[in-house]
């Protein structure tokens, strides 16, 4: 065979491999629809990759406690204030008793009295201790309380500077370690009761002071708080 006759060959056969291919390629596309080839693309694509594990949101516990309580307890949580803009809060049972969306908060001790039997809030004030003389006032409200209830107290501000000390000794004869100690804006939370002995475990004071090394805010310390889960049954 003349080599111009070969050559001629192999073109006319390499020409008709590539029209076949192209056909065949032509009826792949029209038989296989376009969803399937594009989820194929994307499985290959996502060959070796790892899944992503997304934890279910934390489900919101009552006045934000991390962990819930029991079911046959009280979830409290108490907030003192921080700084001239941060209010003081006390929350009972998810129920918000004195704080700024309440609008019952105010600066000097703030304080909630609930019934332990229901579990329903019967009074809540506050007693401004820079200006006025409302130690009187504060040691009536207290003495005011029935047996069997929690009494809730956080300080906003300045609880200190006209705090009398009659009032800090009916304070202390509710337990309090602290309201001695009290100073010009110190952070204080107190829990206590009337007519019934809480356990000694759960919390029930803490303070923190003003200092001017130590201060978050400018010439206030840190909030102090205090959490926990009073039984519903005690003694």
């Known amino acids: 065979m003349r080599p111009g006759t070969t050559g001629t060959l192999k073109a006319v056969f390499f020409l008709f491999a590539s029209i076949c291919a192209w056909y065949s390629g032509y009826l792949l596309a029209e038989l296989i629809p376009e969803v399937s080839l594009s989820s194929a693309a994307y499985s290959i694509r996502n060959i070796g990759e790892r899944p992503v594990l997304k934890a279910p949101a934390p489900k919101r516990q009552k006045c934000d406690h991390w962990t819930p309580c029991p079911s046959d307890t009280y979830a409290y949580r108490l907030l003192s204030g921080g700084g001239r803009d ?62 069997k209830s929690l009494l809730f107290m956080v300080t906003h501000d300045d609880g200190a500077s006209r705090l009398k000390e009659d009032a800090k000794k009916v304070i202390e004869g509710l337990g309090s370690k602290h309201i001695r100690n009290i100073q010009f804006r110190s952070s204080w939370v107190f829990l206590t009761a009337k007519g019934l002995q809480l356990p000694e475990e759960i919390q029930r004071e803490s303070i923190n002071h003003s200092d001017s090394a130590r201060n978050r805010y400018s010439g206030w310390p840190a909030e102090v708080q205090i959490e926990g889960c009073i039984p519903k049954k005690t003694s």
């Open 86 to 147: 941060k209010y003081a809060k006390i929350c009972f049972e998810d129920e918000l008793l004195i704080g700024e969306k309440t609008g019952n908060v105010g600066r000097g001790i703030n304080i909630a009295i609930v019934n332990y039997m229901t579990g329903k809030v019967t009074a809540t004030q506050y007693f401004d201790m820079f200006e006025g003389d409302n130690s009187g006032q504060m040691i009536n409200f207290i003495q005011s309380a029935p047996s």
